[in-house]
């Protein structure tokens, strides 16, 4: 310890996690360049699609899930690459590294942060989804934006390792996609089946076994990356 | 890092860099090719798919070799988060490439087949299909990334979380795709199962596998001392520099 320097307690993990994700949140509050680019690409997006099918054939309430999901995806990575992207000018990671707070609350933190971030854009881009495609604001519409929420915590918990990992490769962002995309699947498959059951007014209980998939995989890689998180750290 | 006898090691490596006989990979080939012989001039004819059965000889061996292969690779991986032994590292990386050639080899031939067969390129339905296709990506991803780190001690590290996670997912992708097929009623007429195979066939198809099991181990061998060889000139090119 420095003479003279007065230290304040050594936050614990869930208390750092917090600190971490206001960090990251509020440098982007002052900048919102990801944010930006991130819901003008998913509304554009949302309107770009709608001219990909044949009108006669499917109705806009049909392919509004497959849509969403898509944009959703891409919206994420836009999101997840400047998680740890923003920490390369300067070396603000050696910051946090010396911090005395623990890799899982960096991890935790920056997975908080992105999640913040997600949701913030299907704010707008589900309500953005409703008016292109003529969704009614019901219950089913309700139960789509807490599975949009369920999905993106799998999707956050994966996307934040694979983003502290990709930055120290050569191809930086170029490689998130390819790491992410495959681990995406097993969540995006279910949340998009489930998603279109219920717009398409069937029941809650046909989606329950996808949903159950779909939490599962929350709580099983939330775990799972906070455990192995350190080793992309290490130095 | 460098120690004195890795870089006596090394001069030594390229003092005697001459082109070896690779025994295994020639036995392996020619094992290959005595089972091609025979699956096409000594094997009865399929009644009902003709010739395009023929494909299965390389199909399943190759989807064999392909899953021991990348299933090595994983173990390594894992096995270098441990002992942080270099040789683990260089085994995964050598499996994972041999795995992506051979489930290229699966995922080329199986539309072929699954055309003459199921009279369909591709059945999402099918687990083996879906699992081995993702699986393609998994590894191509883990060889892109490896690809893309200089650091050796950092490029296993990051292997090794890839594929504790892979090996994570791959449960996840399973359960997925059960339930998504459990909304559709299973193909009748394009049923996506094998026919047990008569005794001649089943011999040809056993020698197929050991034929190429042997292939993927004497190419993971030759990848494996081609990492060595790489390595060592790594060494000896930082010991210049």
């Not at chain 1, 983003?163 to 050569?170: D, K, L």
């Not at chain 2, 596998?209 to 930082?238: E, K, N, P, Q, S």
Request: net charge neutral; charged share 15%.
């Amino acid at each position: 310890m420095t003479p003279g320097v007065t230290h304040g307690p050594v936050p614990g993990t869930i208390a750092a996690a917090w600190l971490v994700a206001r960090k990251d949140l509020s440098i982007e509050f002052r900048t919102r360049t990801a944010f930006l680019s991130a819901l003008v690409f998913s509304v554009l997006g949302l309107a770009t699609f709608y001219f990909t099918w044949d009108f006669s054939i499917v109705t806009p309430a049909d392919r509004a899930p497959g849509v969403m999901w898509v944009i959703l995806t891409f919206s994420a990575l836009i999101g997840l690459q400047r998680s740890f992207g923003v920490e390369e000018h300067d070396r603000g990671i050696d910051a946090l590294l010396v911090s005395p707070i623990s890799r899982e609350a960096i991890y935790l933190g920056k997975a908080v942060g992105n999640l913040v971030f997600l949701a913030a854009v299907q704010v707008v881009a589900l309500p953005a989804l409703a008016i292109f495609y003529n969704l009614p604001f019901d219950r089913a519409f309700l139960a789509v934006a807490g599975i949009v929420l369920l999905a993106m915590i799998g999707i956050v918990a994966v996307g934040t390792l694979f983003s502290a990992m990709a930055v120290n490769t050569r191809l930086a962002e170029l490689l998130l996609p390819l790491l992410c995309l495959p681990f995406f699947v097993p969540v995006l498959i279910n949340s998009a089946q489930a998603s279109a059951r219920l717009l398409a007014g069937r029941p809650m209980a046909e989606a329950w076994p996808q949903l159950k998939i779909v939490v599962g995989f929350d709580i099983v890689f939330l775990v799972v990356c906070t455990l192995v998180f350190p080793y992309t750290l290490e130095e | 890092m460098t120690t004195i006898s890795q870089r006596a090691d090394a001069m030594a490596a390229t003092a005697d860099a001459k082109p070896v006989f690779d025994w295994l990979f020639a036995l392996a080939v020619l094992a290959v090719a005595a089972v091609y012989v025979r699956a096409i001039y000594f094997t009865p004819m399929e009644a009902r798919l003709g010739l395009a059965q023929k494909i299965y000889y390389l199909h399943v061996p190759s989807a064999i070799a392909g899953y021991l292969a990348v299933s090595t690779s994983a173990l390594m991986s894992i096995v270098y988060l441990w002992l942080r032994d270099e040789r683990s590292d260089r085994l995964a990386e050598a499996s994972a490439e041999v795995g992506l050639v051979c489930l290229t080899a699966v995922l080329t031939t199986g539309p072929l087949w699954a055309r003459a067969n199921w009279g369909t390129w591709w059945a999402w339905g099918d687990m083996r299909l879906t699992l081995t296709l993702f699986l393609w990506f998994l590894v191509a991803a883990y060889l892109v990334l490896r690809g893309a780190i200089d650091d050796v001690a950092m490029r296993g590290r990051y292997s090794a979380v890839l594929a504790i996670l892979g090996a994570v997912l791959i449960p996840f992708i399973h359960l997925s795709v059960y339930v998504f097929r459990g909304m559709h009623p299973d193909p009748i007429v394009l049923k996506p199962s094998q026919p047990s195979l008569p005794g001649e066939m089943l011999t040809t198809f056993f020698m197929g596998a050991l034929a190429f099991t042997l292939l993927c181990i004497a190419l993971i061998r030759a990848r494996y001392r081609y990492a060595v060889l790489h390595g060592r000139l790594a060494l000896l090119d930082a010991e210049r520099a």
